[in-house]
């Protein structure tokens, strides 16, 4: 049996192609695709080949947010039925796990992510009409529950990840740079563990209108009008955390010198692959406490209860259902910023 499934061979060659399914292991089942979400990752590999150090080197199916319907399972599965709604998780363990990292098992350099290079063989990705993973990836959603919806835990549960990261934002005042959809459902995060107030910097109107839906206080449209970010920069700098979700080098200048002394900065964009000159005189002098954030562990799950309660809508940020027979057409959506936010595809 085969089935069709979104193939990026090298930058700009993206196929919609029949892929052959693997055989249906024990503890395996298979999933129809209900929506599954283009992500910056996704983007990178389509337009630049590859996302950092790691290039395509073989076909790679792209794709790790999704949701679905268990259609069949293996014989060792239990808690798991067919027709059960799911959100799945696209990080599973690898066997030969080499250390315990605890609850930042992602860490570990034989993890297997979904729809990625960054091993060889490539780890497949979820565009695709059936998708066969391991059953502890898949979590129930309630019935009640748009799958499109569900789809989104996997960037919330980066965006959760990411707070955790910053560490206590109650109270605090939180800058985020750069609010595509993980920009703003890290606003959302920032809300939901607490801060009391939230920036938002972008360049692009549509995008920082949908922050503001997301739950940003004030929005600074950087192409129009610098001084409100420089305000915040003033005497060394006022904000307690800033999170970098922009990917850009400008934009780790700019959140460095706005945290206040003694602040937090997360950096969580990719930046673009080469040295980039980042100013250390602002780590040093005002003792930033300076941390990465890289996927998620454990906030999968919280992700999921969070989406499935509402305590984070994620709904503002749905744009639009493309099948996967016009991939190319979502992903040239998904690029615009002023047209989309959070593009999916479906099958079709």
């Known amino acids: 049996m085969t089935v069709r499934a979104v193939v990026c061979h090298a930058a700009f060659d993206l196929r919609v192609e029949e892929r052959p399914l693997p055989p249906l292991e024990p503890h395996q089942v298979r999933v129809k695709l209900a929506a599954a979400g283009i992500c910056g990752s996704d983007l990178h590999y389509y337009h630049e080949g590859g996302i950092g150090d790691f290039p395509i080197l073989e076909p790679l199916v792209l794709g790790h947010e999704m949701a679905g319907t268990v259609v069949e399972i293996g014989p060792a599965v239990v808690g798991l039925a067919p027709e059960t709604p799911v959100a799945v998780n696209p990080t599973w363990p690898c066997p030969g796990v080499r250390f315990d990292l605890g609850a930042r098992g992602h860490l570990d350099p034989e993890i297997r992510f979904a729809g990625s290079a960054r091993t060889l063989p490539h780890t497949q990705g979820f565009f695709q009409e059936l998708v066969t993973v391991r059953a502890e990836q898949c979590r129930p959603v309630p019935a009640n529950l748009p799958l499109e919806e569900a789809a989104m835990a996997e960037p919330l549960a980066c965006c959760l990840h990411a707070i955790r990261r910053a560490g206590d934002v109650l109270g605090r005042h939180v800058m985020v740079l750069g609010c595509g959809p993980i920009g703003c459902l890290t606003i959302a995060a920032a809300r939901l563990a607490g801060a009391a107030r939230v920036t938002a910097c972008d360049l692009v109107a549509q995008t920082l209108a949908k922050a ?36 850009s080098p400008q934009a780790v200048r700019d959140g460095l010198l706005a945290v206040r002394r003694g602040g937090t900065f997360v950096q969580f964009g990719v930046l673009p692959k080469g040295a980039h000159p980042i100013p250390i005189d602002p780590i040093v002098g005002k003792e930033l406490d300076v941390f990465g954030t890289f996927r998620f562990w454990e906030e999968f799950d919280w992700a999921v209860d969070a989406i499935a309660r509402r305590r984070i809508d994620v709904r503002p940020l749905l744009s639009e259902l493309v099948p996967l027979t016009r991939a190319k057409d979502a992903f040239a959506l998904a690029a615009d910023r002023t047209r989309a936010m959070k593009v999916q595809l479906v099958p079709g």
Request: net charge negative; aromatic share 0%; glycine share 14%.
């Open 212 to 247: 503001k839906a997301m739950g940003a206080d004030e929005t600074i449209d950087l192409a129009a009008d610098r001084t409100p970010l420089e305000r915040l920069q003033a005497g060394g700098g006022t904000v307690d955390v800033v999170i970098e979700a922009a990917g």
